[in-house]
């Protein structure tokens, strides 16, 4: 079945450094999203990237999605203790099944 | 609009017990899912609906059973819990883009 892959598992910085995290899934999929998850909290929708090659930004989040639509990128710039969380990516396969990643844990040191 | 409700919040269940996992969901998403997550690890795909009356299952459905006699409900039954069993549960809808997630279930198995 597909697996989706992130790394690195777990991350520290301090603040004011870049932050990125890579998803590579085993199928080619039609889509990847991408969730933040607060300690103790439930998943909160970030992005969806849809195109070959797709690159989204958001204030300080950078989104890249592969040419070959089995990988993708989130690069946090210049982060911030309100960054701490969890981020997981999520592929779209068949019939609407979605598979999260491994998630990349996100510490940030004041 | 309430979004995506689950009950209970938290359960203690003695091995062997079975219990019934509420979901309900009023945005009208065809798409429902039910996701467990173990500590510090990510979320694993349990079983997952496309409509009402259609469910399949996903990476780790053993030990658990779904309907969705209504697009509005997705309720997960546990059958004879085990320690394994003890994980935090999120319900999750969507309409085929931004996926929307409860705010978990925590059961412990003792």
């Known amino acids: 079945g597909q697996q989706v892959m992130q790394i690195p598992q777990y991350q520290h910085v301090q603040e004011g450094e870049d932050f990125t995290t890579y998803c590579n899934s085993s199928?080619?999929?039609?889509?990847i999203q991408w969730y933040k998850q607060r300690p103790g909290g439930h998943p909160v929708f970030l992005i969806q990237l849809v195109k070959s090659g797709e690159v989204k930004k958001q204030k300080r989040l950078t989104f890249q999605f592969g040419e070959a639509k089995k990988n993708s990128s989130l690069h946090i710039t210049a982060t911030q203790t309100t960054d701490v969380g969890t981020y997981f990516c999520a592929g779209l396969g068949g019939y609407q099944k979605v598979t999260f990643g491994t998630g990349t844990k996100l510490q940030v040191i004041p | 609009n309430a979004g995506v409700t689950q009950t209970p919040k938290f359960r203690i269940l003695k091995i062997g017990q079975s219990m019934t996992l509420q979901c309900a969901q009023d945005m009208n998403h065809n798409y429902m899912y039910w996701y467990r997550q173990d500590p510090g690890m990510g979320l694993k795909l349990i079983y997952y609906s496309v409509g009402a009356g259609i469910t399949d299952k996903g990476e780790v459905p053993n030990g658990y059973n779904v309907s969705r006699s209504t697009t509005e409900d997705f309720p997960l039954r546990l059958e004879l819990a085990a320690p394994s069993q003890t994980s935090v549960y999120f319900c999750?809808?969507?309409?085929?883009?931004?996926?929307?997630f409860g705010e978990g279930s925590w059961l412990t198995v003792v």
């Open positions: 999750a809808s969507s309409t085929g883009n931004t996926i929307y």
């Open positions: 199928t080619t999929l039609s889509n």
